[in-house]
């Protein structure tokens, strides 16, 4: 009976260990590119999605041509189970390195577990391409010790200076519009970010970018993370007068924030970034509530960024019924970044590829790829922000769908030309919002 | 005063949801010294059960309540008679066996729903606004829940001969045990009696929040401040409890809206700063005179 339980647990044990170690295609000669992220939460499904879909069309295609053999790619997985547990995120990046051995590896997901995990990567002198954590430190320890952190790239989205510059322009625009339809002299500005390391910067930009578009700031609260419950914060806001939310948030806060106030139908429409309303299970998490609520976001059906976006989008959304999010972008990466570089020089050699990797400018499926030197010339591998270059996108929930409302006849500058991406609809102001400001 | 009335009604509003956990947790610790830590994870199984009736099976949510009820209070029977009732005289054990039951409702809810946000529809839409504050009918069913439950539980361990049972075994187990009581069995519905309250309060409350497989873990922290503060086992400490720390969190999130996510914080050391000066909680019984 004894042994009957042993041969039980060696066997129960063996198929933890396999199932642990969970791989798609195996192979000797093969390009082991390892994924890491959240893999029981939407972002790291994202991550893996993106990745399955790189692996699967080049492999449809015989693999990637190194020197003189074709090399198909090997997927490995890791879960992070960043957003629970920061050591659990290190132990998977260490077992991609030391037992997977992967070439490779794209993902990531919080800052605060990306950094311990690109320390890992560094070390093991893996080319580690971030999809996910947008936190300038990461691109900054690039610049400061070029010798160590070069193996690191920044894949999607671009960094949090550029996310807040790109969410005070949608921030403007909405003003604008309300300023314009509903005859409102000064627009008042509630900031709702949650409690985070990446937020804080985006708030103290907000203190000054908000008084300098000619709006007024009513007031910043600052709800945890993962609060259940903002009904005492929507009633302050209330209370405060505000036209406007600037939303920042990237937890579930964003889902009983945008659901409850568009129960309580307050008068003020939310504009910045809110994660959870990019993906498509916003509008069921939110019961419909979630209307009008506007966000940036990397891709939206029926919006082109370029002309790859189209067949990205579409197929994504054939494959896995779902529109790709940010961290879907480790398809881009494998596909426009990678395997490109990988086949020019054909080789794996890190030290050969990234003096590549680093100065080319390639397109993407949400628009061009380059890479930021910082103010005294050295390397950041920081993607570059801009037109012409990565934008991504104002979008809004119009009636269950996610629609792009920006870039739409954008003018970066009084000079510039327009910029408006294909696909683009007006944005619209919710009809309770009309109803109290428009007499 | 629209700043006070804010707080009244916020506070009001907080301090029910944190009673009606607090309840259940503090009745099954009061009679059968059992501290569950899977309460506040039976009230996650409750939401997803609320969940599959509604969105999957499309029932009305009323439905979803009910089997809720019906099901979770069978699922805390069943684990009280598996893990909990062989173990129950080791108070050190029970408390580990009771977290890891609630680790295992994360994992296996985690695996069939995955980390996803679900959301159920609400009992009662729309909201009514009190003294120029919004407030949901489902807010006012969950404080008028509380209070119904409070008088519920105090007319059945006052007027029945199961209540009679109750208070003698929570008085002193081994007399009821002489008299003729079978403290087994008391016990058994008792956690029956929790547990169903807790799905009782998942399914008010759930409506109110966000679906996850974490989602036991704020409540839990907040119900065992609410028990502490209020006493462990009172059931009127704890309702009393809940209420302090509910205007506590209002309190800070409308006088010091940049510290909101403090919230939890405030509410938690206001439970310390009573217990060093109450080590026994508000209606407690003090550690030297327990059995």
């Known amino acids: 009976m004894e042994r009957w339980g042993k041969g039980i647990l060696i066997l129960a044990m063996a198929f933890l260990f396999a199932v642990s170690s969970f791989t798609v295609v195996s192979g000797q000669d093969t390009i082991k590119i390892g994924v890491i992220g959240p893999m029981k939460f939407v972002q790291g499904q994202g991550h893996w999605n993106g990745a399955t879909m790189a692996a699967e069309e080049i492999n449809a295609k015989g693999g990637i041509q190194v020197g003189a053999k074709k090399m198909k790619i090997e997927l490995v997985q890791a879960d992070s189970n960043e957003f629970l547990n920061v050591t659990d995120a290190t ?39 971030g999809v996910g954590a947008a936190h300038d430190e ?302 | 005063m629209n700043l006070l009335i804010d707080i009244i009604i916020s506070g009001l509003i907080s301090g029910s949801v944190f009673a009606l956990l607090a309840i259940g947790f503090s009745l099954i610790f009061g009679v059968a010294r059992i501290v569950n830590i899977a309460h506040t994870a039976f009230y996650m199984v409750a939401a997803y059960c609320i969940y599959v009736v509604t969105q999957r099976m499309g029932f009305h949510p009323l439905w979803g309540m009910v089997a809720a009820i019906v099901l979770v209070t069978l699922l805390g029977i069943i684990s009280y008679k598996l893990f909990i009732n062989p173990i129950r005289e080791h108070h050190g054990a029970v408390l580990i066996a009771t977290i890891a039951l609630a680790m295992a409702f994360q994992e296996v809810m985690g695996i069939i729903f995955t980390g996803s946000y679900l959301s159920v529809p609400k009992l009662i839409k729309g909201y009514h606004v009190i003294l120029g504050v919004k407030v949901f009918y489902q807010q006012l069913l969950t404080f008028g829940a509380a209070l119904l439950i409070l008088a519920g539980l105090w007319a059945l361990l006052m007027r029945t001969k199961l209540g009679l049972a109750v208070r003698s075994t929570a008085q002193d187990r081994e007399v009821a045990n002489l008299m003729g009581i079978n403290e087994a069995r008391v016990a058994m519905a008792t956690m029956g009696l929790s547990v169903g309250l807790a799905a009782l309060t998942g399914a008010i409350v759930v409506p109110l929040t966000v679906l996850e497989p974490h989602m036991w873990m704020h409540p839990l922290v907040m119900m065992m401040a609410v028990v502490v503060l209020g006493g462990l086992g009172s059931l009127k400490g704890s309702f009393l409890g809940a209420y302090i720390l509910g205007f506590a969190e209002a309190l800070v999130v409308f006088l010091a809206p940049m510290g909101a996510f403090l919230k939890g914080s405030v509410a938690l050391s206001i439970m310390i700063l009573v217990l060093l000066i109450r080590p026994e909680g508000l209606f407690g019984v003090s550690f030297e005179e327990e059995r």
């Open chain 1, 91 to 129: 132990t998977a990046m260490e077992r991609l390195v030391t037992k997977d051995k992967v070439h490779f590896i794209v993902g990531g997901f919080r800052t605060e577990a990306v950094l311990p995990m690109q320390d890992i990567a560094m070390e093991n002198k893996k080319i580690f391409i």
């Open chain 1, 138 to 439: 990461l691109c900054n320890r690039v610049a400061r010790d070029y010798k160590t952190y070069k193996y690191w790239f920044r894949g999607s989205p671009f960094n949090s200076t550029f996310l807040g510059r790109t969410s005070f322009v949608h921030l403007a625009t909405v003003g604008a519009i309300l300023k314009g339809s509903l005859n409102i002299p000064k627009v008042k500005v509630a900031i709702a970010a949650e409690k985070a390391e990446w937020t804080e910067p985006l708030i103290k930009g907000g203190e000054t970018a908000i008084p300098a578009m000619g709006m007024e700031i009513a007031g910043i609260w600052r709800p945890s993370p993962v609060a259940t419950d903002v009904t005492a914060e929507l009633s302050a806001i209330q209370r405060s007068d505000a036209h406007l939310i600037f939303t920042i948030f990237s937890s579930s806060v964003g889902i009983p924030f945008a659901r409850q106030a568009g129960e309580l139908k307050i008068p003020a429409v939310q504009v910045g970034i809110n994660v959870e309303a990019q993906k498509d299970g916003f509008w069921q998490a939110t019961r419909g509530m979630g209307n009008y609520v506007a966000t940036m976001n990397t891709y939206a059906r029926g919006v082109e960024s370029n002309e790859l976006t189209k067949a990205f989008v579409d197929t994504y959304v054939k494959r896995f019924n779902e529109t790709p999010t940010y961290t879907a972008d480790t398809y881009s990466v494998i596909v426009n970044s990678l395997a490109p570089v990988i086949e020019q020089l054909g080789t794996l050699d890190p030290e050969k590829l990234i003096p590549v990797m680093e100065t080319r400018v390639h397109k993407s499926c949400s628009g061009t790829v380059a890479y930021l030197k910082d103010a005294e010339g050295r390397h950041l591998h920081e993607l570059r922000w801009g037109p012409g270059f990565l934008t991504a996108l104002g979008v809004q929930w119009q009636d269950g769908e996610l629609k792009g409302f920006w870039p739409n006849k954008w003018k970066p500058a009084p000079e510039a030309p327009e910029v408006t991406y294909k696909g683009m609809v007006p944005y619209k102001i919710p009809p309770w919002m009309i109803e109290k400001y428009k007499k």
